[in-house]
């Protein structure tokens, strides 16, 4: 982060890399991955096939069982990845998020 510059992100992201599919609205394919950095609110994932900023995903995360969500798409690092941010989650989901931040921090 450069000098003076805010951290807007309202959770802290953790570096653990967790499978993720991405589907985009209207598309029956997904596109699996990782995340390189997983949050309650959202997450980074590096893929040389890019979305453009505010593309609406499906994405399912394996976090053991499935924690499901719609995500918006709100960086773009050409051929790098995308920043992405949860914007609707059952809270099932979001305790299961939650439950495996919170174990993944445990570990050394």
């Known amino acids: 982060m450069a000098p003076g510059e805010q951290n807007r992100r309202k959770f802290p992201r953790l570096k653990v890399s967790v499978p993720i599919e991405l589907r985009p609205e209207g598309s029956q394919f997904p596109i699996r991955g990782a995340t390189s950095d997983l949050s309650l609110n959202g997450c980074y994932v590096e893929m040389t096939f890019t979305f453009p ?34 914007t609707k989650m059952l809270p099932e989901d979001q305790d299961r998020l939650r439950s495996y931040l919170e174990a993944a921090e445990k570990l050394p």
């Open 53 to 86: 900023v505010g593309t609406v995903l499906e994405i399912r995360l394996q976090l053991g069982e499935p924690a499901l969500a719609l995500a918006t798409v709100v960086t773009c690092d050409t051929q790098v990845g995308n920043g992405i941010t949860f």
